[in-house]
């Protein structure tokens, strides 16, 4: 059996691209899209990953070819193009 797709080290692209609504700590109101959640550490890990205080909406989020493609770019391009598809 093939090993599952891993994140791709310093991207946060699913951090960073789309929006998330969810509150969460020091975030009341979630994140716009574009702008990095405040729980990404500066080597773009989240710093929630594995706590009660995740955003569903994130653990649930898991990587994949189709999202994260071959590199950083392709993945904020994959996941910008998502946001504005499904924003209202």
């Known amino acids: 059996m093939a090993d599952s797709f891993q994140c791709r080290k310093n991207c946060g692209a699913c951090c960073i691209a789309p929006s998330i609504s969810s509150v969460m700590p020091g ?6 899209a574009g ?5 990404l550490d ?3 890990q989240c710093k929630l990953f594995g706590k009660s205080t995740r955003p ?3 653990s649930h ?4 070819f189709e999202m994260c ?7 904020f391009d994959y996941l910008t193009q998502l946001e ?5």
């Open 42 to 44: 500066e080597n773009y």
């Open 61 to 64: 989020l898991k990587p994949c």
């Open 84 to 88: 504005q598809l499904t924003s209202n």
């Open 35 to 39: 702008v990095a959640c405040l729980h």
């Open 27 to 32: 975030m009341p109101n979630g994140k716009p």
């Open 56 to 58: 569903k909406v994130c």
């Open 69 to 75: 493609g071959t590199s950083r770019n392709q993945a």
